[in-house]
């Protein structure tokens, strides 16, 4: 759609409020490319989020306007959003918590439309998990559409009661080049991957590369375990693990005990970086939507192997090599498979980068979004 969107009854520009739960750092930078690209069109776009968000991702830059919301106070930002979406046409809430803010911030007599973006999901457990299912149907049905960045999202909101649930994959930028990930502090030089290999010694083995958090996560004894299945190789490759947290110091235990090919790099301000000198990366997870490494690793032609989970097999498609969640044997198996076969590797680099260009676009994303909102704003 080209020109100025008019709102409801031709009253001019659409006012549309964005609001952001905090959430992950690839959320903040869709709800800034959105807006920016809204703004462009026409629209009047106001971004409610936490004030370190605005100070990361620089809405008003974008041509927002912001409203600082202190989400961790339920009512105070309940009456905040209430106040600023008052005259809004439509309210656009991006993760749980934002969708169950702006629920609570409606009126008996608001009719404006809510859209809520389902970016991710938790997979925690206990409790937790059945109040998050309570949470997520009392969201899904109090919103116009759901949007949901995967197709297993979508199918989650649907049996959550949503009344209409739809595909919307999210497109990241990618940084220029000589530039940082979106969420690092300004541009860098481009990385020389001998140098990277010397400083890290591995100048003359594989290596392997993920990016987690330390934590209690599964997910890593899983890797671990699977790392095994590599220490016979010569030259004996050697996975680093990009990522900081409380389980740090138990993870080293193990490594050490077990003499493991495992390094531990701790916070790494540009892991993406790293791939620069990578042999292949390790995507292990319980759930991905579009997890960072894996659009990093496609797109510059690093070899991926990846847990078969949520979004990731629709967005990877032939392009990386896939494998059970919870099958450190499978994981191990692939890892050798891949590293002994350099013509496998290849293949993969190139249909990573093909595979990577028939992603979204920005423009194609905000071009989506804003056809459900004309649809919501002519039948509301």
Do not use: N
């Not at 990386?320 to 891949?338: K, N």
Request: hydrophobic share 45%.
């Amino acid at each position: 759609m080209s020109g100025p969107s008019a709102g409801p009854h031709g009253r001019g520009p659409a006012h549309v409020v964005q609001l952001l739960g905090g959430g992950s750092a690839g959320t903040g930078v869709h709800v800034r490319s959105l807006s920016a690209g809204l703004v462009a069109r026409g629209l009047t776009v106001t971004v409610c989020a936490p004030a370190s968000a605005e100070r990361r991702y620089d809405f008003t830059g974008a041509g927002a306007r912001f409203v600082p919301v202190p989400i961790t106070t339920r009512r105070a930002a309940v009456g905040i959003l209430r106040t600023v979406c008052a005259g809004a046409d439509l309210v656009h809430a991006h993760g749980m918590r934002a969708g169950t803010l702006a629920a609570l911030a409606r009126r008996r007599r608001d009719t404006s439309p809510l859209v809520v973006t389902w970016h991710t999901r938790s997979t925690t457990p206990g409790l937790r998990a059945r109040v998050r299912q309570l949470t997520e149907s009392w969201v899904a049905r109090t919103a116009s559409v759901v949007l949901g960045a995967t197709s297993d999202l979508v199918e989650r909101a649907r049996r959550r009661g949503a009344r209409d649930a739809r595909l919307a994959p999210v497109a990241l930028p990618s940084p220029p080049p000589g530039q940082s990930a979106p969420d690092a502090d300004g541009p860098t030089p481009e990385p020389d991957p001998h140098k990277l290999r010397a400083e890290l010694g591995a100048t003359d083995r594989p290596l392997l590369l993920t990016v987690t958090r330390l934590d209690r996560d599964p997910s890593l004894d899983v890797l671990l375990t699977a790392s095994r299945a590599w220490r016979g190789l010569t030259p004996q490759p050697l996975l680093l693990v990009a990522g900081d947290g409380p389980g740090r110091a138990a993870l080293q235990r193990r490594i050490d005990r077990e003499r493991l090919p495992v390094r531990l790099l701790g916070g790494c301000p540009d892991p993406a970086r790293l791939l620069a000198a990578a042999d292949a990366a390790l995507l292990v997870v319980e759930w991905a939507g579009r997890a960072p490494l894996a659009l990093e690793a496609l797109r510059g032609g690093v070899p991926l192997v990846a847990t078969a989970v949520g979004g990731v097999p629709e967005m990877v498609g032939d392009a990386a090599v896939l494998v059970p969640y919870g099958d450190p044997v499978a994981l191990g198996a692939a890892v050798r498979v891949l590293l002994g076969d350099p013509a496998r590797r290849a293949g993969l680099a190139a249909a990573g980068r093909v595979r990577a260009g028939s992603w979204p676009t920005e423009d194609t994303t905000v071009a989506q979004v804003l056809s459900v909102y004309d649809e919501l704003t002519r039948t509301g």
